[in-house]
């Protein structure tokens, strides 16, 4: 009996134990089917939200130059050519020449040639027999001052160009030909019986080359430049005055005079550009020059081949003409950069912009409600208005964007306040009724400090092509380090962020 009894507990126990591990099967399985349902909803949760970039709002500055168009102005002249021939040159593009220099000739090259040979083979006929003479020439100290002379030039430029300065070869070859030249004068003028014939047939050969070489020089002294535009004798000092914003249309091709091509009476040789001063005329936004004044120096930016450069010029006049300033630089350094130009596109690096420094896709334009600043009651950390309808005057909540002089910027909704509706202007007796009806356009960005996209006003005091400078001193604006979203193309105002 006793033996039964415990066998029968024996078997309670061994069911009991199947009850609580089948339990714990289904709880663990209903656990884990919580928790997957959990991870599927944040996964989707997840993937679903809004994928939004965010920027740190910080201080920075742009520069806002405007682009302007120029008309370069010079003292210059172009020289033609008083025959048809082949042009030989005796001084390199943009080289510095005293006046009546001889700049070029003009020959008919065949006949010349020829002429110069015969004349070359004379003189040095009459060189050998004038070293060989035993009669005393009567021009012989000259002859050896020449000599010394010739000397001293090679003497003073070797020790320069020992050191690495060939800056005076041109020189050196000037004065060294012009000497040479005289003494070769002195010998072929020389009266001698022996030198009778031989100088008569010189003179020949030298009346053959008058007829076909002619010898160009430049009336004032200053730099030669071989490049063009036929404009020279149009925009001169004395006329730029009458310029046109007509003129700024036009096209200004810039030719260079070829040195082995034969040219024809009446072509262009060279420019000799007489003054190291130059002008740049412009029209000018008044906007962008409105305290500009007659002396102020200005910094030109601009561009040639390539290299930047800057121009340090000062204004010569300024004066209203065409609906804007027609402003006249004037300089006197770096002529040589510019002397092939006469358009030149420059940019006054004088605006610079400094605030807090948003990127433009950031920026957003929505609509307010524009209320005096009289209706606005602010109290107990709420912003409200009194509203006026048919059942009477209540206190209706709103929420401000931000204030300037005098008034106030609503949002607009459908439990505050809207166009057409009836608020109190002022307190007490002195409360008028104020009909609201004036909407405002401004820009902002949409702030991200919390889970939700705000909006903010901001004031732009600059913009250029990617970023836009905000006023960093307005009450109602952005602070620094707030973060803003980079894009407001991707959210819209109140959306969840995270």
Same mark, same amino acid.
């Given at each position: 009996?006793?033996? =039964?009894?415990?066998?029968? =507990?024996?078997?309670?126990?061994? =069911? ?60 210059? +002249? ?31 090259? !065949? ?18 027999? *004038? ?16 000599? %010394? ?43 001698? *019986? +022996?030198? +009778? ?10 009346? *053959? ?49 070829? =040195? ?52 340090? !010029? ?117 409360? *008028? ?9 401004? %820009? ?20 250029? !092509? ?33």
């Amino acid at each position: 009996m006793g033996h =039964h009894s415990k066998k029968e =507990h024996h078997e309670e126990i061994k =069911h009991t134990k199947k009850r609580t591990k089948g339990g714990y099967k289904i709880f663990t399985v209903v656990t884990f089917f919580i928790l997957a349902v959990y991870l599927a909803g944040y996964l989707i949760s997840f993937a679903t939200r809004p994928s939004v970039r965010v920027e740190s709002v910080e201080m920075g500055s742009i520069m806002l130059p405007a682009t302007i168009e120029g008309l370069i102005i010079r003292e210059e +002249s172009v020289v033609t050519s008083t025959r048809s021939g082949t042009p030989r040159y005796f001084y390199t593009d943009n080289e510095k020449v005293a006046k009546n220099k001889v700049i070029c000739s003009v020959e008919d090259s !065949a006949k010349v040639e020829k002429i110069e040979a015969e004349i070359d083979t004379i003189d040095r006929s009459i060189i050998d027999i *004038q070293k060989n003479r035993t009669d005393i020439s009567v021009f012989s100290s000259d002859i050896n001052n020449i000599e %010394k002379q010739i000397d001293t030039v090679f003497d003073d430029h070797t020790y320069k160009f020992l050191s690495g300065d060939i800056s005076g070869v041109y020189d050196m070859k000037e004065r060294a030909v012009s000497y040479m030249d005289a003494r070769t004068n002195i010998w072929v003028a020389e009266s001698s *019986q +022996s030198l +009778s014939e031989l100088q008569s047939q010189r003179l020949n050969y030298e009346a *053959q080359l008058g007829e076909n070489k002619s010898y160009i020089t430049n009336a004032l002294s200053g730099i030669v430049s071989y490049r063009t535009d036929g404009f020279e004798s149009e925009f001169t000092p004395e006329n730029m005055a009458s310029i046109t914003k007509e003129n700024f249309k036009m096209s200004y091709d810039v030719s260079y005079i070829r =040195h082995s091509s034969d040219v024809k009476e009446g072509d262009p040789l060279f420019k000799i550009v007489s003054s190291n001063t130059w002008y740049i005329a412009a029209f000018i936004d008044e906007n962008e020059s409105v305290d500009w004044k007659k002396g102020d120096t200005k910094e030109l930016y601009t561009t040639v081949n390539e290299e930047e450069k800057i121009i340090i !010029a000062e204004i010569y006049s300024i004066s209203p003409k065409e609906g804007e300033n027609f402003v006249i630089f004037v300089t006197d350094k770096d002529i040589t950069d510019f002397i092939s130009e006469r358009e030149l596109t420059f940019k006054i690096n004088e605006d610079k912009y400094e605030g807090f420094k948003i990127p433009n896709e950031a920026i957003v334009e929505k609509s307010f409600i524009k209320l005096p600043i009289e209706c606005v009651i602010e109290s107990v950390g709420e912003t409200s208005v009194i509203k006026k309808d048919n059942e009477g005057d209540k206190l209706v909540n709103i929420s401000v964007t931000g204030y300037d002089e005098g008034f106030a910027y609503v949002n607009q909704s459908t439990d505050g306040i809207k166009l057409g509706d009836t608020i109190l202007k002022g307190t007490g007796m002195e409360a *008028q009724s104020y009909t609201v009806s004036e909407l405002v356009v401004y %820009k902002g960005v949409y702030v991200a400090n919390s889970s939700m996209a705000q909006f903010k006003m901001i004031d732009i005091i600059g913009q250029n !092509a990617e970023y836009t400078i905000v006023d960093s001193e307005s009450g109602y604006g952005l602070r620094i380090y707030d973060k803003i979203v980079a894009d407001a193309a991707t959210v819209s105002e109140s959306q969840a962020l995270y």
